[in-house]
Structures are given as structure tokens and as C-alpha cells.
């Protein structure tokens, strides 16, 4: 499995399912330029949208004719699956920004998890639908996402093998988001900066626990 991180929320994420099978090339929550950053680029396969906002559900700035996922549910595409979980965008249960869609996605034995512009502490209910998980994505930047304490609280609730924090501030930036000083500061863990693209396969992951891996835009 390959990622690459556009900024934002938007992941690109490359998987072979099977050996010897047809690479599935995944983008999530692709934006648009009103945020100051370039918008993805690239074919794209399968398309995972959290909400209906621009700066997370631009799949038309991708190639190719992706089948698009924006709800809730269960889903198989070339036996990569795919679930999307019921959260909120904020801490009143979606009366300030709505609905949230957390997603699993499940290929060569590695379970990733992006959790959109989730804005509040998980219930056990979506606890125990999120499961066990190898890597996830989490933004961190406060305001209109989860800040970096909550999703500290959050990690522990989930308690992954790898942690990828998204939606803060980089430059170029319009969005005001917190950057990523306080987040590392909070955790106290192994850290590795400056990934410019996470090339590894299940069996990497192994005696990995709350590893976090600061990406690099590869805008």
C-alpha cells in the first residue's frame, strides 16, 4: 500500500488487494482551490467524501470514472471494502455543520481509517463499528475539526498502529487551523517527520503501536 497526503483531508492511497491483481487507486476528500491549495490531480478509481463541503468533496478534479462513496454504508470495489460510519462535524451533534462520514477501508490485510472532519469524542457505539485499526487519519486543527487534545482522546479511543494527522495548517493555507506544534506536543510519542510518500505492507506494521507520521504535501 501507498500514501500520499494533498493537504487538507484529501489522501491519495494505492492498493493491489490480491497478488498479481489490477492496482485500485483511492482519493479521499479532494478540495477545491478556494483554499488556497492546488486541488489533486490524477485517474482516480474509487472517491471517498466525508461531507458536502468544498474543501472535501471536489472528485471532479480527478480523472477517470471513479466510483464515488458519500454515505453510509457497506461497499466492496475489486475487493477493496469499504465502510462509512455515522458521525458528526462538530460537538452538538451536527446542529452547527452537519453530518460527518468516518471511513474504513479494508485491502491486503490493512485496515485504514479516516475519520473526515469528525468534531467530536467518539460513542462506544461508533467505537466498537471503527474496530481495530493499522492506520489512521485524523485531523487535528481545531475550529471546525477536532483540536489536537481531542484528538488525542480520540487516538486513545481507537488506539492505531499508525497515526496521520490531516486538516492543520500548511503553508499556503487560507483555512484558519491550528498548525501541528501543540498535537506533538500533547502526545509525547514516537514521531517521524517529513514522509513524502508511506510505502509499507501489513507486515511492517507488526510491534507498531501509536506510531505518528507527519506527511509532507506532495502539492
Known sequence: MIINWYGQSCFKIQTKPQRGAEEVVIFTDPFDKSIGLKPPQGNADLVLISHDHPDHNNSKALKGSPFIIDACGEYSFKDVYVEGISTFHDNEKGALRGLNN???????????????????????????AIDEVDVLMIPIGGKYTLNSKEAEKVIGQIDPKIIIPMHYKIPGLSLELADDTEFAKELGIEVEKGVKKFSFKASDLNNIQNKVIFMDCCN
Open 102 to 128: 468516518i471511513y474504513i477501508i479494508r485491502s491486503e490485510d490493512i485496515t485504514v481509517c479516516h475519520l473526515g472532519d469528525l468534531g467530536h469524542i467518539l460513542t462506544e457505539k461508533q467505537i466498537d
